[in-house]
């Protein structure tokens, strides 16, 4: 057993942060109406603004973000292709078609559709009969494609979310977070790249009924390159969005907006925000050593960590305050000890705003030491674990 320790490094850097991801409060002046918000620049992954982004709200359509991404795994692991065609059933029909009155692409009844048509119903008209004619096809039934999608949400690291259909109408067990879609958003860019184009087709024809695509900000030329937009009563209009300008991406999940028209002016200031407020900085350079680990057993001491790769994060342009970068390991690592090794994590916070984490690894090789080395190093890790 272990007493979980930290290896701290302070920088007397002047930058401030505006991330915090506990906080509701305006951050750096800045505020928006939003309920539930979280906004990270993709790259780095550090956090602009952050409030309640862990609360589980209703999830609406923005369920239609794993329904793709369970869809375009299908694709991936050749289960499908994108010219497999599945029947339009009186059930799809019923539920997510003509007579549901929602968002539909009019399949027609007992017709037979292609699969990449129905992505296109789903990523450009968020079409409900599209995403059950998907989830019969690929599961069997809407239910066993649901347990699939939150299947898939769990060996992403989605932990609170869970999808009780694959459209994202009313159901108490459609649940989602702010943070959870922006980790899901940032998967699709990152494994399906291949498929994110159809996000962005300005409209989609089919049963001779054309519709423009419905993501809202697509028309205000400001960056966006998807995602979704939701809406229940109980948790009112939500949006996910990409947005790549500027040599900026941004991804953006808000939730409990009060309407259509706020929603659409809300994003444009965060986004417009985030773009103009913040630069990129580096803290550490590629191989550069971070931190030390205290090594049990070996013919050394100690261990240099260091990051993957380069370690940058997005700061406000009008810094003021210092950072804190924190390794964090399980004391102490036990020798051998062979380049390369996982060990913990780097936390780079401002106060108390956590930016980003950063997985940190051993650079150095450490051998086993003598006997008389490995006793010593006993002692003193009995004595640490007592105190």
């Known amino acids: 057993m272990h007493r979980r320790l930290f290896a701290a490094v302070v920088f007397s850097l002047f930058f401030i942060s505006v991330a915090h991801a506990q906080s509701a409060a305006p951050q750096a002046g800045f505020d928006v109406k939003a309920k539930q918000v979280y906004l990270i620049e993709a790259q780095t992954g550090t956090v602009l603004f952050a409030r309640a982004e862990d609360d589980t709200v209703p999830a609406a359509s923005l369920a239609k973000l794993m329904t793709m991404a369970t869809v375009f795994k299908a694709l991936a692991d050749g289960g499908i292709t994108l010219e497999t065609q599945y029947p339009v059933t009186e059930y799809a029909w019923r539920t997510g ?53 939150t299947k898939e949400a769990r060996a992403l690291g989605l932990v609170k979310s869970n999808f009780a259909n694959a459209t994202g109408l009313p159901n108490p067990d459609n649940k989602v977070t702010m943070r959870e879609m922006v980790l899901l958003a940032r998967h ?20 001779k009924i054309k519709q423009r695509n419905r993501n809202p900000l697509l028309a205000l030329n400001i960056g966006v390159t998807g995602f979704v937009t939701g809406f229940s009563e109980e948790g009112g209009y939500s949006i996910v ?39 990129r900085r580096t803290l550490f350079k590629e191989g550069e050593a971070i931190a030390d680990a205290s090594v049990y057993g070996g013919d050394a001491s100690t261990v240099p960590l260091v990051a993957g790769e380069q370690v940058d994060v997005f700061l406000p342009k009008d810094n003021s305050q210092r950072l804190v970068a924190r390794v964090v390991y399980s004391w102490p690592v036990r020798a ?45 890790e009995l004595f640490f674990f007592w105190i």
Request: proline residues 4%; glycine residues 8%.
């Open 97 to 149: 078609g003509a007579p549901s009155r929602t968002s539909t692409m009019f399949a027609a009844l007992k017709s037979n559709v292609r699969v990449e048509d129905l992505i296109r119903g789903v990523t450009v008209q968020f079409a409900n009969d599209a995403c059950i004619i998907l989830g019969e096809g690929i599961a069997g039934s809407e239910a066993a494609f649901a347990e699939q999608m």
């Open 188 to 207: 699709l860019q990152t494994t399906y790249p291949q498929h994110m184009r159809y996000y962005l087709e300005p409209e989609f024809e089919w049963n």
């Open 241 to 279: 969005a990409a947005v790549n300008r500027d040599g900026k991406h941004l991804l953006l999940a808000m939730g409990g907006l009060e309407n259509e028209k706020t929603r659409i002016e809300e994003s444009r200031r965060i986004i417009e925000w985030a773009l103009s407020s913040f630069e």
């Open 336 to 380: 051998p000890v062979t380049p390369g090794q996982a060990v913990g994590t780097l936390k780079i916070w401002n106060d108390k705003q956590l930016l980003r984490e950063v997985p940190v690894k051993t650079a150095g090789t450490v051998g086993e030491g003598t006997l008389r080395a490995r006793a010593l190093d006993a002692l003193i």
